[in-house]
């Protein structure tokens, strides 16, 4: 059984902070050598990219409008990729998800939900007014 898990999500208000955590677990399964994205989904909204990292962690790719306030990180020895939030807005309400690249050690940052395989459930990330 391969999967994973975020978590870190919750209420916050406008211009606060969220860190979310993207783990990564199963006896076969690793992303330390695949880049992994970061999307999100509001209600009534298709799941729209947010960021990227390579698989080493030397680039990031982001959303234009997360520029400057959001940051994606790795920890390949933790099996772990970070989402660090920060400035939120009400518009970054949704629920976000963490995905592994369909193939290992892409040079392109991928930013379509079909260059993703394995998704985890999603943590809902909501930012009030």
């Known amino acids: 059984q391969v999967q994973l898990v975020e978590s870190g999500g919750g209420l916050v208000q406008a211009g606060g902070s969220l860190r979310l955590s993207c783990a990564a677990s199963g006896r076969t399964f690793s992303i330390s050598r695949y880049a992994m994205g970061w999307f999100r989904q509001a209600p009534g909204k298709e799941r729209e990219f947010v960021a990227a990292i390579s698989w080493s962690g030397g680039s990031q790719s982001y959303l234009d409008s997360v520029k400057g306030r959001f940051t994606i990180s790795r920890d390949n020895a933790k099996n772990t990729v970070y989402l660090q939030m920060n400035s939120l807005k009400p518009d970054d309400t949704a629920l976000y998800f963490c995905?592994?690249?369909?193939?290992?050690?892409?040079?392109?940052?991928?930013?379509?939900?079909?260059?993703?395989?394995?998704w985890g459930q999603g943590t809902q990330v909501t930012v009030s007014s």
């Open positions: 995905a592994r690249d369909r193939f290992p050690s892409r040079t392109v940052l991928a930013t379509t939900t079909g260059s993703y395989d394995y």
